[in-house]
């Protein structure tokens, strides 16, 4: 018993009689009062590791224009204008935001929204989302076709806020400067031949509900999105520094552009006319293009970058299969690469697909559904051939799949 007594804790000297559990270890004692003091302030220094961790990503990665367009090298095929315009138009939004609490000038530096023009499965999309990456901020996809009027059937535009604030995990703070992609924004065009004299809910309304969104204020946000209702617990977010990037299709705009331009589709060519290129009339956009569309001048004037993306031609279409770091056969590779398989793609193979989707005019889109087509029956088969060890993709295979196609066998339009 007297042995015990003289036991005490190495770090508070207390007696092994007056702990409930003393700890031995090689040559030292630990009481559990210690163990319990010890915890808390492990605990608590893990917390400010983690909240100094947090604030430093807050921290956008600012680069310079042509390391942001070598970024996007890496992920996007072609577009080299739209890179061009989009990475000064980043670079200069974000180096406005870093300068904000710098510079004592009366001098304020106004964001610039950027909307892009181009057909589907272009790169629209892809573009936004690489840059979002590179930058280390928060990033969303908002679909502008759910949305109305306040008080009408659909979504308010404050939903788009929604989805930023949980991208950013309801840091209001990291989602102040984080990018807003409002995908299919052509669809809000205003209706000039709706008969109805109704309001244009889900049109030229929308667009002036967004117009206070895009210049720059703050809204109060429903967290988990949806309809607001007066006991609802909002949450405020200043809009001034989220980069606004919309993008859509414009399916007939280059009519607008043709009629502005004194084109013609049927006739003689005038000198004049052969200056232009006919195949991609989206080059020669302007806002009075956007404004003829359906699109109000006052959110025309809150996206004043304007930028094109051309459509894909066939060696564009070949590198995106095979070049970039994510190309989809490298993501065919490595899927059958898991399941001890190697896959091949023959050159002849994926001239082949390209062609094809050429011939449907759905973009980059059309590659993956063509891909998905001809790799089917393989993607279920080989998984359940343990002996299979390679498989080679050629021309050959890939007609013997696309016949199969009901799709294949449908007139092109």
């Known amino acids: 018993m007297s042995e015990n007594i003289h036991i005490t804790c190495s770090f508070c000297g207390r007696n092994k009689q007056d702990t409930e559990v003393l700890i031995a270890g090689a040559n030292a004692h630990i009481c559990n009062a210690c163990i319990e003091q010890a915890f808390q302030i492990v605990e608590q220094d893990s917390k400010s590791l983690s909240s100094n961790k947090d604030s430093n990503s807050n921290q956008f990665k600012l680069l310079k224009p042509v ?6 090298d890496d992920y996007v ?18 180096k406005r935001i870093s300068q904000i609490d710098i510079t004592d000038d009366d001098i304020e530096i106004e964001k610039s929204n950027i909307i892009m023009v181009g057909k589907t499965g272009t790169g629209k999309t892809l573009l936004a989302k690489s840059i979002a990456k590179l930058l280390n901020v928060p990033f969303c996809i908002a679909d502008a076709t759910v949305l109305t009027e306040a008080g009408y059937v659909g979504e ?18 990291k989602a102040k400067i984080g990018i807003v992609f409002i995908d299919e924004i052509d669809k809000i065009a205003r209706k000039k031949d709706n008969p109805s004299i109704t309001r244009d809910v889900s049109g ?6 967004m117009l206070k969104l895009l210049e720059g204020t703050v809204v109060n946000v429903p967290p988990q999105g949806g309809r607001k209702h007066p006991d609802q617990k909002m949450i405020a977010l200043d809009t001034k520094n989220i980069l606004f990037i919309s993008g859509g299709a414009f399916d007939g705009i ?3 552009i043709g009629a502005r331009l004194n084109t013609r ?3 003689f060519k005038t000198d004049e006319e052969n200056e232009f290129d006919k195949n991609n ?12 569309f359906g699109l109000i001048p006052e959110l025309i004037g809150r996206m004043p970058i304007v930028t094109y993306l051309k459509p894909l031609d066939k060696k564009a279409l070949k590198l995106i299969l095979t070049e970039p770091k994510n190309a989809i056969t490298k993501q065919y590779i490595k899927l059958f690469e898991i399941d001890g398989v190697k896959l091949i793609f023959e050159n002849k193979a994926i001239e082949l697909i390209v062609e094809k989707a050429l011939n449907f005019d759905l973009g980059a889109r059309g590659l993956r559904s063509i891909c998905e087509s001809v790799m089917l029956d393989a993607m279920y088969d080989i998984p359940s051939q343990k002996s299979k060890k390679e498989l080679v993709i050629s021309s050959s295979y890939v007609n013997k799949k696309l016949n199969k196609l009901v799709l294949n066998k449908l007139k092109v339009a």
């Open 77 to 94: 095929i072609g577009q080299d204008f739209a890179k061009k315009v989009m990475s000064v138009a980043v670079y200069n939004h974000y």
């Open 254 to 256: 280059d009519q607008h």
């Open 204 to 209: 030229e309304g929308v667009q002036q509900a």
């Open 67 to 72: 390391e942001i367009k070598g970024h996007l």
């Open 281 to 292: 009339l989206l080059e020669y956009i302007s806002p009075q293009d956007l404004k003829n």
């Open 265 to 267: 589709s049927i006739g």
């Open 156 to 173: 308010d535009v404050e939903s788009i806020l929604s989805r930023l604030l949980q991208a950013a995990d309801y840091d209001v703070e």
